[in-house]
Protein backbone atom coordinates (compact mmCIF):
# COMPACT_ATOMS: atom_id res chain seq x y z
CA UNK A 1 0.00 0.00 0.00
CA UNK A 2 1.13 3.85 -0.95
CA UNK A 3 -0.32 6.19 1.05
CA UNK A 4 0.35 10.52 1.02
CA UNK A 5 1.44 11.63 4.56
CA UNK A 6 0.23 15.18 5.33
CA UNK A 7 2.25 17.10 8.53
CA UNK A 8 0.79 18.15 12.41
CA UNK A 9 0.38 16.92 15.39
CA UNK A 10 -2.03 13.86 14.72
CA UNK A 11 -0.56 12.88 11.12
CA UNK A 12 2.80 12.76 13.28
CA UNK A 13 1.41 10.37 16.24
CA UNK A 14 -0.53 8.24 13.29
CA UNK A 15 3.23 7.97 11.60
CA UNK A 16 4.77 6.65 14.62
CA UNK A 17 2.07 3.76 15.10
CA UNK A 18 2.43 2.94 11.70
CA UNK A 19 6.14 2.91 11.83
CA UNK A 20 5.33 0.35 15.02
CA UNK A 21 3.32 -1.84 12.75
CA UNK A 22 6.78 -2.03 10.37
CA UNK A 23 8.95 -2.61 12.68
CA UNK A 24 7.01 -5.25 14.45
CA UNK A 25 6.18 -7.11 11.78
CA UNK A 26 2.02 -6.90 11.48
CA UNK A 27 0.39 -6.48 8.44
CA UNK A 28 1.85 -3.24 6.91
CA UNK A 29 5.64 -4.99 7.48
CA UNK A 30 4.21 -7.95 5.45
CA UNK A 31 2.17 -6.43 2.81
CA UNK A 32 4.54 -3.50 2.32
CA UNK A 33 3.97 0.30 3.29
CA UNK A 34 5.56 2.95 1.10
CA UNK A 35 4.86 6.71 1.82
CA UNK A 36 4.88 10.41 -0.23
CA UNK A 37 5.43 12.81 2.21
CA UNK A 38 4.39 16.49 2.39
CA UNK A 39 6.47 18.15 4.66
CA UNK A 40 10.62 17.72 5.51
CA UNK A 41 9.97 17.03 9.05
CA UNK A 42 7.08 14.14 8.32
CA UNK A 43 9.89 13.05 5.53
CA UNK A 44 12.43 12.54 8.68
CA UNK A 45 9.92 11.21 10.41
CA UNK A 46 8.76 8.54 8.45
CA UNK A 47 12.18 7.52 7.16
CA UNK A 48 13.36 7.24 10.92
CA UNK A 49 10.82 4.62 11.62
CA UNK A 50 11.29 2.01 9.07
CA UNK A 51 8.20 3.69 6.38
CA UNK A 52 9.92 3.54 2.86
CA UNK A 53 9.49 7.23 1.55
CA UNK A 54 9.02 7.33 -2.26
CA UNK A 55 8.88 10.42 -4.23
CA UNK A 56 5.75 11.26 -6.41
CA UNK A 57 7.32 11.31 -9.66
CA UNK A 58 4.61 10.78 -12.19
CA UNK A 59 4.38 7.16 -11.69
CA UNK A 60 3.42 6.42 -8.36
CA UNK A 61 -0.29 6.64 -6.99
CA UNK A 62 -1.71 6.67 -3.75
CA UNK A 63 -3.86 4.65 -2.02
CA UNK A 64 -5.03 6.99 0.59
CA UNK A 65 -3.74 10.19 2.11
CA UNK A 66 -3.94 10.89 5.55
CA UNK A 67 -3.64 14.45 6.91
CA UNK A 68 -4.56 16.53 9.58
CA UNK A 69 -6.37 20.08 9.41
CA UNK A 70 -6.60 23.32 11.09
CA UNK A 71 -10.59 23.40 11.50
CA UNK A 72 -13.10 21.18 9.64
CA UNK A 73 -17.33 22.36 8.92
CA UNK A 74 -20.16 20.07 8.83
CA UNK A 75 -19.91 20.15 4.92
CA UNK A 76 -15.80 18.44 5.66
CA UNK A 77 -14.47 21.92 3.75
CA UNK A 78 -11.31 22.47 5.49
CA UNK A 79 -8.58 25.19 6.28
CA UNK A 80 -4.97 23.71 6.25
CA UNK A 81 -1.77 25.31 6.47
CA UNK A 82 -1.16 26.38 10.47
CA UNK A 83 2.28 24.45 9.47
CA UNK A 84 3.36 25.89 6.23
CA UNK A 85 2.65 22.81 3.95
CA UNK A 86 -0.13 23.68 2.52
CA UNK A 87 1.16 23.54 -1.24
CA UNK A 88 2.72 20.28 -0.38
CA UNK A 89 0.12 18.92 1.11
CA UNK A 90 -2.53 20.05 -1.74
CA UNK A 91 -0.33 18.10 -3.89
CA UNK A 92 0.41 14.71 -2.17
CA UNK A 93 -4.03 15.06 -1.37
CA UNK A 94 -4.70 15.54 -5.25
CA UNK A 95 -2.39 12.23 -5.76
CA UNK A 96 -4.55 9.72 -3.80
CA UNK A 97 -7.63 8.18 -4.58
CA UNK A 98 -8.81 8.82 -1.16
CA UNK A 99 -8.35 11.85 1.63
CA UNK A 100 -9.40 10.83 4.84
CA UNK A 101 -8.75 13.67 8.13
CA UNK A 102 -6.96 12.65 11.28
CA UNK A 103 -7.29 15.46 13.78
CA UNK A 104 -8.86 16.27 17.46
CA UNK A 105 -12.46 17.22 18.16
CA UNK A 106 -11.76 20.81 18.98
CA UNK A 107 -11.04 21.15 14.81
CA UNK A 108 -14.99 21.18 14.60
CA UNK A 109 -16.41 24.75 13.54
CA UNK A 110 -19.54 25.74 12.30
CA UNK A 111 -18.23 28.08 9.59
CA UNK A 112 -14.44 28.17 8.53
CA UNK A 113 -12.44 31.03 9.74
CA UNK A 114 -14.25 31.06 13.20
CA UNK A 115 -10.88 30.46 14.94
CA UNK A 116 -7.86 30.36 12.22
CA UNK A 117 -7.19 32.62 9.37
CA UNK A 118 -6.68 31.12 6.05
CA UNK A 119 -3.22 30.77 4.53
CA UNK A 120 -2.44 32.57 0.92
CA UNK A 121 0.86 30.98 0.06
CA UNK A 122 2.46 34.07 -2.20
CA UNK A 123 6.50 34.12 -4.07
CA UNK A 124 8.29 36.52 -2.53
CA UNK A 125 8.94 38.71 -5.39
CA UNK A 126 6.51 41.55 -5.21
CA UNK A 127 4.82 40.26 -2.13
CA UNK A 128 3.79 43.40 -1.00
CA UNK A 129 1.72 43.87 -4.30
CA UNK A 130 0.11 40.36 -4.26
CA UNK A 131 -0.59 41.17 -0.89
CA UNK A 132 -2.57 44.19 -2.12
CA UNK A 133 -4.07 42.66 -5.09
CA UNK A 134 -5.61 39.99 -2.53
CA UNK A 135 -6.61 42.41 -0.13
CA UNK A 136 -9.13 43.61 -2.86
CA UNK A 137 -10.79 39.91 -1.59
CA UNK A 138 -9.64 39.66 1.73
CA UNK A 139 -9.11 42.97 3.32
CA UNK A 140 -6.88 41.77 6.42
CA UNK A 141 -3.73 39.31 5.27
CA UNK A 142 -1.16 39.55 7.44
CA UNK A 143 2.19 38.39 6.53
CA UNK A 144 3.29 35.11 8.65
CA UNK A 145 6.88 35.48 10.90
CA UNK A 146 8.70 32.56 12.39
CA UNK A 147 9.66 32.14 15.93
CA UNK A 148 12.94 34.33 15.08
CA UNK A 149 10.57 37.83 14.31
CA UNK A 150 11.69 36.91 10.70
CA UNK A 151 9.45 35.88 7.52
CA UNK A 152 8.09 32.75 7.75
CA UNK A 153 9.42 30.78 4.73
CA UNK A 154 7.67 26.74 3.34
CA UNK A 155 9.45 24.68 2.39
CA UNK A 156 9.31 25.94 -1.40
CA UNK A 157 10.83 29.38 0.01
CA UNK A 158 7.47 31.29 -0.67
CA UNK A 159 6.16 33.33 1.85
CA UNK A 160 2.88 33.31 3.78
CA UNK A 161 0.00 35.80 4.56
CA UNK A 162 -2.51 34.79 7.28
CA UNK A 163 -5.77 35.96 5.92
CA UNK A 164 -9.35 36.55 8.14
CA UNK A 165 -12.34 34.86 6.28
CA UNK A 166 -15.74 37.27 6.69
CA UNK A 167 -18.25 35.58 8.05
CA UNK A 168 -20.61 35.50 4.98
CA UNK A 169 -17.84 34.63 2.07
CA UNK A 170 -18.66 32.34 -0.63
CA UNK A 171 -16.10 29.25 0.19
CA UNK A 172 -16.53 27.66 -2.73
CA UNK A 173 -16.09 30.24 -5.49
CA UNK A 174 -13.31 32.24 -3.16
CA UNK A 175 -10.67 29.45 -4.59
CA UNK A 176 -10.47 30.22 -7.48
CA UNK A 177 -10.87 34.06 -7.31
CA UNK A 178 -7.55 34.19 -4.83
CA UNK A 179 -6.11 31.09 -7.39
CA UNK A 180 -6.20 34.17 -10.09
CA UNK A 181 -3.74 36.51 -8.64
CA UNK A 182 -0.85 36.87 -9.83
CA UNK A 183 2.02 36.28 -7.23
CA UNK A 184 -0.61 33.73 -5.17
CA UNK A 185 1.09 29.95 -5.29
CA UNK A 186 -1.87 28.33 -3.51
CA UNK A 187 -4.35 28.80 -0.93
CA UNK A 188 -5.33 26.61 2.68
CA UNK A 189 -8.84 25.99 1.47
CA UNK A 190 -9.46 22.20 0.80
CA UNK A 191 -13.30 21.64 -0.34
CA UNK A 192 -14.16 18.84 -1.82
CA UNK A 193 -11.43 16.43 -1.19
CA UNK A 194 -11.85 14.95 2.14
CA UNK A 195 -14.41 11.64 1.72
CA UNK A 196 -14.34 11.13 5.85
CA UNK A 197 -12.71 12.63 9.26
CA UNK A 198 -12.18 10.68 11.81
CA UNK A 199 -12.05 13.22 15.30
CA UNK A 200 -10.40 12.26 18.56
CA UNK A 201 -11.93 13.25 21.51
CA UNK A 202 -10.60 13.85 24.95
CA UNK A 203 -11.81 10.86 26.18
CA UNK A 204 -10.08 8.80 24.18
CA UNK A 205 -12.99 7.62 21.66
CA UNK A 206 -13.19 8.88 17.80
CA UNK A 207 -15.67 10.63 16.22
CA UNK A 208 -16.47 10.53 12.53
CA UNK A 209 -17.94 12.68 9.92
CA UNK A 210 -18.89 11.74 6.91
CA UNK A 211 -20.88 13.99 4.07
CA UNK A 212 -23.33 11.38 2.55
Partial sequence: MTVGLGSGRAVWKLVELLGRRVVEGG????????????????????????????????????????????????????????????????????AARRFVVVAETPKKVERLGEHFRLPVEVVRFAWRDTRRRLAGILPDCVQRSGPDGEAYLTDEGHFILD?????????????????????VVEHGLFIGLAERALLGRPDGGVESIEVR
Fill in 27 to 94: DLATGGLCAATASSRTDALASSLGIEVVELDGTVELDLALDGADEIDPQLRLIKGGGGALLREKIVIS
Fill in 163 to 183: CALPAHVDLDGLGPRLKQIPG
